[in-house]
């Protein structure tokens, strides 16, 4: 738990990352700079990284994986061009931030993590936010949701090789997936609209995620 004291200065160095690293760049999503300027992030750290929550990096959350840069959560958000309507699934639960902030935006979220202990405590810190809009599943998420239905909405926050073609079965008519795409140390943010069955991709920024490690994935 944070304290008072604590809990008044990250709120003002809450809304300092709002003002510099997202709309002192290029976010200009109303609902991205809203929810992110309301969230707390340090509620998804291990309470050693609590005091550095609002500088715009990556920081550990353990097992060798990262909870996003505050720059890249917002900026993958408005990738997806949520209108609050949306089903979204998401792969790569990691501290449940990135979730949270989709939740609060989309309709239902349905994220999927290989790593158990992660998910659980994603689970838990959404839980304590009152965030309920969301479905939880434990396991490999490079074949997508395990029932096979479609998402208006798909985000990867690990890197893919490629997109898997099971995942792209998985969009819906005039959806939108947003994922890393390229070599373990470095890929292309791309962004993928379906339209009348035809896939558009345009690539964003280069960008450096973990990977993700499943069968449609990267090996371990
Ligand atoms: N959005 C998260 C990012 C976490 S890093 C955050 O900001 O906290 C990416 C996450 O993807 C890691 O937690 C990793 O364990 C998970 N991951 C990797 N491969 C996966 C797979 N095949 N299925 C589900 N999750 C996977």
Known sequence: MVSYDQSKKLAAERAAM???????????????????????????????????????????????????QPYIVALMTQCLKLTGSEEV??????????????????????TIERFNRLAESAQAVLARLGIENVEYFIGDGSAGWPEKRTFDRILLTA??????????????????????????????????????????????CGCRFVKLIGEFGFQQ
């Open 18 to 68: 709002v003002r510099h690293h997202l709309r002192g760049r290029d976010i200009t999503d109303p609902g991205v700079l809203e929810v992110m300027g309301r969230l707390p992030r340090e509620a998804f750290l291990p309470p050693d990284y609590a005091a550095q929550a609002y500088a715009d990096n990556p920081l550990p959350i353990g097992g060798g994986q990262t909870i996003s």
């Open 89 to 110: 699934l998401e792969i790569g639960t990691g501290s449940g931030y990135q979730t949270a902030v989709l939740a609060l935006l989309a309709r239902r979220v349905y």
């Open 159 to 204: 890197a893919v090789p490629s997109v898997p073609q099971t995942l792209l079965a998985q969009l819906a008519e005039a959806g939108r997936l947003v994922a890393p795409v390229g070599q373990e140390t470095s890929q292309m943010l791309e962004v993928i609209e379906k339209k009348h069955d035809q896939l558009i991709t345009t690539s964003v």
